[in-house]
C-alpha cells in the first residue's frame, strides 16, 4: 500500500496529498525491523534525499517530520558505516532546518541529531568537540519537559561526563554529573534513571581514584538511596557496585 501512495502521489502539491505520501513513507523508507529502510550508502541514500528533494520546503507537520526523521535515519546508518564525517552533514542539516522548531516532535528530532553528532565526534576521536555538541544539546533542550528529550539531555550529559574524564578534566567531569542528577534527579523515566545511576556511580570512582573516600562513599550512599530498591537489573547492578 505504501509503494502504491508513493507511485500515484509523490508529486502532489494539494497539502492533504502531502500528507498521505508522509505517512506511508515509514514503511517504505525508515523500514521495519523485517525489512530495513535505507542503508545511506550508494543508491539507498537517494530515497532519502528524494524525500528531503520533495518535502522540504513543506510547512504541514507530517512533511516536516517525514525531513527530520529521513536526515535522521540518513545519518545514523552512515555512522554505523564508519562514515562519520558524512554522517554528521546529515545531522548539521537537521539541526539547519529545524533547530527553531518547537513541535514536540520535531524537537525529538533535533535532540537525538545532536546528540547522535556527539557520539560519531566520539568515534572519530573529536572530544573536544564531543563535549561543545552535548553543551548545545543542553543549551537547547536543558529545560525541555517532553520525556523523550529529558531522555537524551540525560544521555549528552552523562557521555559529556565521560568525555571530560577523558581528556583529563576531572573537576569538570564531577560537576557534570552534578548538573546531570539536578536537572533530572527525581525523573521516573527507566533510561534517565539509569543515567542518573551511572552519574553517581561514575562520580563515586573518580573520588576513589582521586582518594577523596569520604566523598565517594557520599556519591556511592546515594545510589543506594535513590536506587536501593528499583528491580531493574541495570539499577541494581548500579547499587551493586
Same mark, same amino acid.
Given at each position: 500500500?505504501?509503494?502504491?501512495?508513493?507511485?500515484?502521489?509523490?508529486?502532489?502539491?494539494?497539502?492533504?496529498?502531502?500528507?498521505?505520501?508522509?505517512?506511508?513513507?515509514?514503511?517504505?523508507?525508515?523500514?521495519?525491523?523485517?525489512?530495513?529502510?535505507?542503508?545511506?550508502?550508494?543508491?539507498?541514500?537517494?530515497?532519502?534525499?528524494?524525500?528531503?528533494?520533495?518535502?522540504?520546503?513543506?510547512?504541514?507537520?507530517?512533511?516536516?517530520?517525514?525531513?527530520?526523521?529521513?536526515?535522521?535515519?540518513?545519518?545514523?546508518?552512515?555512522?554505523?558505516?564508519?562514515?562519520?564525517?558524512?554522517?554528521?552533514?546529515?545531522?548539521?542539516?537537521?539541526?539547519?532546518?529545524? =533547530? &527553531?522548531?518547537?513541535? *514536540?516532535?520535531?524537537? +525529538? $528530532? #533535533?535532540? /537525538?541529531?545532536?546528540? @547522535? !553528532? %556527539?557520539?560519531?565526534?566520539?568515534?572519530?576521536?573529536?572530544?573536544?568537540?564531543?563535549?561543545?555538541?552535548?553543551?548545545?544539546?543542553?543549551?537547547?533542550? =536543558? &529545560?525541555?519537559?517532553? *520525556?523523550?528529550?529529558? +531522555? $537524551? #539531555?540525560? /544521555?549528552?550529559?552523562? @557521555? !559529556? %561526563?565521560?568525555?571530560?574524564?577523558?581528556?583529563?578534566?576531572?573537576?569538570?567531569?564531577?560537576?557534570?554529573?552534578?548538573?546531570?542528577?539536578?536537572?533530572? =534527579? &527525581?525523573?521516573?523515566?527507566?533510561?534517565?534513571? +539509569?543515567? #542518573?545511576?551511572?552519574?553517581?556511580? @561514575? !562520580? %563515586?570512582?573518580?573520588?576513589?581514584?582521586?582518594?577523596?573516600?569520604?566523598?565517594?562513599?557520599?556519591?556511592?550512599?546515594?545510589?543506594?538511596?535513590?536506587? =536501593? &530498591?528499583?528491580?531493574?537489573?541495570?539499577?541494581? +547492578?548500579? #547499587?551493586?557496585?
Amino acid at each position: 500500500m505504501s509503494d502504491d501512495v508513493i507511485a500515484r502521489f509523490a508529486t502532489a502539491i494539494e497539502p492533504p496529498t502531502r500528507v498521505a505520501f508522509c505517512e506511508a513513507l515509514p514503511k517504505t523508507f525508515f523500514g521495519t525491523d523485517e525489512n530495513p529502510g535505507p542503508t545511506g550508502q550508494g543508491e539507498d541514500s537517494l530515497a532519502v534525499d528524494d524525500i528531503v528533494g520533495r518535502l522540504g520546503t513543506s510547512t504541514e507537520l507530517a512533511a516536516r517530520e517525514a525531513v527530520a526523521n529521513a536526515l535522521l535515519d540518513k545519518g545514523v546508518r552512515l555512522a554505523r558505516s564508519q562514515r562519520g564525517e558524512d554522517a554528521n552533514v546529515a545531522f548539521d542539516e537537521i539541526v539547519v532546518r529545524f =533547530g &527553531t522548531a518547537t513541535e *514536540p516532535s520535531v524537537r +525529538e $528530532v #533535533v535532540a /537525538k541529531a545532536l546528540f @547522535n !553528532k %556527539g557520539v560519531t565526534l566520539r568515534d572519530l576521536g573529536r572530544r573536544e568537540g564531543e563535549v561543545v555538541v552535548y553543551d548545545d544539546v543542553v543549551a537547547r533542550f =536543558g &529545560t525541555a519537559t517532553e *520525556p523523550a528529550v529529558r +531522555e $537524551v #539531555v540525560a /544521555k549528552a550529559l552523562l @557521555n !559529556k %561526563g565521560i568525555a571530560l574524564r577523558q581528556l583529563g578534566r576531572i573537576k569538570g567531569e564531577i560537576v557534570t554529573y552534578d548538573d546531570l542528577v539536578g536537572r533530572v =534527579g &527525581t525523573a521516573t523515566e527507566a533510561p534517565v534513571r +539509569e543515567a #542518573v545511576a551511572d552519574a553517581l556511580v @561514575n !562520580k %563515586g570512582v573518580t573520588h576513589h581514584e582521586l582518594g577523596r573516600g569520604e566523598d565517594a562513599l557520599a556519591a556511592f550512599d546515594d545510589v543506594v538511596a535513590r536506587f =536501593g &530498591t528499583a528491580t531493574e537489573p541495570s539499577l541494581c +547492578e548500579a #547499587v551493586a557496585i
